[in-house]
């Protein structure tokens, strides 16, 4: 009887065991800890402040945060799952170094209000890095616009040939895309610096605190006008993660492009060597890993969208324990999207262009079929008769092999007799290029005027510390 209730409290132990390290969220949120103290500082000098606690104490208090700061990043901090969190890690390490006194640290607040600002401030953090990181990309595709703004290719759509244009244009679409991505992200980081501290558990707190001192103190924009969502708020991670995932798409349409562009069949781009591998039984395959794999990691970044987004859609008010969940899509996300764009800026930034095939490639296709049609609409032609007529003499061109350009006047004139000798200016890629001088086309006056709007705007930027505004 005694070995039965002997084994029976082992194994009682070890499932006690099990359920500590399954509710607690230390091994994930202890990357947190540098914002958990900066939050605990300003939320003590207000205290202070306001009378809540003695000046003595709050030294105190700010002198053991610091050591704290210290210790855990000399590696010497005693984590242990028995205290859960990061922040009641932070706070039992307190104590032990100056006393009693270091609970007073949680007066006027609750552990929902201080993970709440916690993870508000982690993310403005990394947020200011993925800006800078954008600005960086525009700024490597305007350079590679520059030093290609000659260069022809085909346009597509369909994945088929359409129309030549520039391929500094092609570059400065997705330049349009990337500076989208930084404009969400400021206006997500708007939202996010709204102190959420003062809350309490949920109801507010019932000391005269100055919500909008600590809100200075951190650097936050505004305060959080309803205790009960400032508890259980965290739209702002959701649209982090959205503003994530469609940037994590225009990654991975370009990276599609890239690889496609490097195939032989293609051959418009050779990456660098170091984003680029071997076979391991093929030795005369160059593959693009790198952009496969940024491709590949940006399904992540939706994933880590609806995994949050499935983990709030049923959650009463206020706080619930699910919430803890939040911070394992948000790191996910945050490191995979601040690494493939690393990774992205080196390998646009070292890819060589082959300007030679792309300008083959535009000779090929009958890409100025429209522009043809255009030719018979200022002839006085109605531009769905001139579409036929065009039609006609593709499909002719094409049952010969031969290109539009090649095509003798007498030969076109026996489709229509407006064709006239002028009409090989039409015919010629460059010059098509050249009639598209609309704004926001592909002539090149418009994409030179485009690319020094891009350099002015990201001078702009870096003054103002990298904000974009307007």
Known sequence: MTSSRGEGASKRQTFLEFLQGFSASLPLDRRLYSQDIRGSQAHCRMLARQGIISQEDAARILQGLEEILQEIEAGRFPFSLQWEDIHMNVERRLIEKIGEVGGKLHTARSRNDQVALDERLFLADEIREILDLLLSLLETLVEKGEAHIEVLMPGYTHLQRAQPVLFSHHLMAYYEMFRRDRQRLEACLDRVLELPLGAGALAGVDFPVDRAFVARELGFKSVCRNSIDAASDRDFLLEFLACSSILGVHLSRFCEEL???????????????????????????????????????????????????????????????????????????????????????????????????????????????????????????????????????????????????????????????????????????????????????????????????????????????GVISG
């Open 259 to 465: 690889v496609i562009w490097s195939s032989q069949e293609f051959g418009f781009v050779r990456l660098g060597d170091l984003f680029c591998s071997g076979s391991s039984i093929m030795p005369q395959k160059r593959n693009p890993d790198l952009a496969e794999l940024i491709r590949g990691k940006s399904g992540g970044l939706v994933g880590a969208l609806v995994s949050l987004l499935v983990t709030m859609k049923g959650l009463p008010l206020a706080y619930n324990k699910d919430m803890q969940e939040d911070k394992r899509p948000l790191f996910e996300a945050l490191d995979t999207v601040k690494g493939c764009l690393r990774v992205f800026i080196q390998m646009v930034r070292t890819m060589e262009v082959d300007s030679d095939r792309m300008e083959r490639a535009t000779a090929e296709g009958h890409l100025t079929a429209t522009d043809l049609a255009d030719y018979l609409v200022e002839k006085g032609r109605p531009f769905r008769k001139a579409h036929g007529v065009v039609a006609e003499v593709v499909a002719s061109c094409s049952e010969r092999g031969i290109p539009l350009w090649r095509m003798e006047l007498e030969e076109l004139r026996r489709f229509d007799e407006a064709f006239e000798e002028d009409v090989y200016d039409v015919l010629d890629p460059r010059r098509s290029v050249e009639r598209k001088v609309s704004f926001g086309g592909t002539a090149t006056r418009c994409v030179r005027d485009a690319l020094r709007q891009a350099r002015e705007e990201i001078s702009r930027w870096r003054g103002q510390g």
